[in-house]
């Protein structure tokens, strides 16, 4: 069975790993500090904190914002339940809006529809890689009738002047929008290291921030490292020095701070990036061509002139077919030793959303995408030769349906 997205665990990780096991620190420590680091080299922000998950770190960000209750987040609807979740847990609204029928990316005009006085924050989401719509984005919230609906309700909040952009670039690490890279796009981008991730901590994440000048990101560093780790004034490694012992509780804080076990795969897996993203583009280009000659074929968009995907996730849609026919495909192609994927299914379509009132006719482009979008195996060790079995496979499964 060709596996669809294993991570990249070899010697040179080991090697990292064991010496961040045999170094007597194992917790949040060097490792950790030199990967927020080369994290905020890499992505050219501001200052990144690293956290153990996507989701914790949004909702950290989330509350030092002072979203809550009577506060609106825009989401779209078409994407994972983290996103929804964490403005869930803070007491804000998720406001679902429709996705564009091109590139599966939160549709501008929608959000435009269900921005009110009560919208805080905006989260794009980077579906597969590929980059939002972020200039457009800012001269959406910029318009003066966007700013004069702004209601402020902190001295943060006031600050900005505007609705903020938190980016949830979870599948967008190393991609490239208007020559920058995610992480110093948006005003703040959340990022994830899961396992099938292009760049996998094992599980972890990262909060990149990018505000405007007159933050002062540094207070911003150190505010979030206390408030990851229970709201103390020191770290565990902080602790260890001479008469260091003592601390405060300066919150009720959270605890979701990374391990320098986690940093150690993090530290490895950014260093051969470069390699790891050229692998992933000539993956790209190999099912693109490998579907050039069927008309059922509506292969995805990943580089425009201002895009570059960070190649994460390859979603074939197949042309005029429902929702019964997809999975009839799906179950075809694991039928031939292949394993294939669905991302996503939108958010209105799950139990817990539903019962909440949302209503998937609501959002039809995301429905329709979804009904007809198969998700192909992308990942650094996967050969050619595999390759050309994933292609053939979907091919016989596609014609053997339609």
């Known amino acids: 069975m060709i596996p669809f997205s294993p991570p990249r665990i ?14 007597g620190w194992i917790t949040t420590g060097p490792r950790t500090k030199l990967f927020e680091k080369k994290i905020t080299e890499y992505c050219n922000c501001k200052t990144t904190v690293a956290v153990n998950s996507w989701t914790n770190g949004m909702e950290i960000f989330l ?21 929804a979740n964490v403005v869930i ?55 003066n009738e966007i700013l004069n609906r702004f209601s402020p309700k902190n001295e943060k909040q006031k600050k900005l002047g505007r609705i903020l952009i938190a980016s949830d670039a979870a599948h967008s690490f190393g991609a490239i929008y208007a020559d920058k890279r995610s992480g110093s796009i948006a005003d703040i981008t959340c990022f994830s290291f899961h396992a099938v991730k292009n760049l996998t ?21 150190k505010e979030l490292c206390i408030k990851v780790l229970h709201g103390q004034s020191k770290d565990a490694l902080s602790k260890t020095k001479k008469g260091a012992w003592k601390y405060d509780v300066i919150e009720p804080g959270y605890k979701c701070n990374m391990t320098d076990i986690q940093a150690a795969i993090g530290l490895i897996e ?60 799906i179950q075809l192609i694991f039928d031939k030793e292949v394993s294939v994927n669905v991302h ?5 379509l799950l139990s817990a959303y539903k019962n909440m009132g949302y209503q998937i006719s609501n959002y039809p482009i995301a429905f329709n995408n979804y009904s007809c979008e198969i ?26 349906v339609i």
């Open 10 to 23: 070899d010697q040179k990780v080991l090697d990292e790993v064991n010496a961040a096991l045999l170094s």
């Open 63 to 83: 509350r030092w914002w002072g979203i809550g209750p009577g506060d609106e987040v825009i989401i779209p609807a078409y994407t994972y339940c983290a996103s």
């Open 89 to 143: 847990h803070t007491g804000a609204t998720p406001v679902m809006v429709d996705i564009n029928n091109s590139d599966f990316n939160i549709s501008l005009k929608k959000i435009e529809e269900a921005i009110t006085e009560k919208t805080k924050v905006i989260m794009p989401v980077d579906i597969s890689g590929l980059p939002c719509d972020y200039t457009e984005l800012f001269d959406l919230i910029n318009k």
């Open 201 to 221: 901590t094992a599980e972890g994440g990262a909060i990149c921030f990018n505000l405007p000048n007159n933050y002062d990101h540094d207070s911003i560093y």
């Open 270 to 329: 950014l260093e051969r990036y470069k390699e790891n993203l050229q692998r992933r583009s000539e993956i790209f280009k190999l099912y693109d061509d490998g579907f050039n000659d069927q008309d059922w074929a509506i292969k995805p968009i990943h580089k425009t002139d201002i895009k570059t995907s960070s190649y994460h996730l390859y979603l074939l849609r197949i042309n005029n077919i429902d929702e019964s026919k997809r999975d009839k495909i």
């Open 344 to 348: 996503f299914q939108p958010l209105p």
């Open 375 to 400: 998700s192909l195996p992308v990942y650094f060790t996967l050969s050619n030769q595999n390759v050309s079995k994933i292609i053939k496979a979907v091919i016989d499964s596609v014609n053997s």
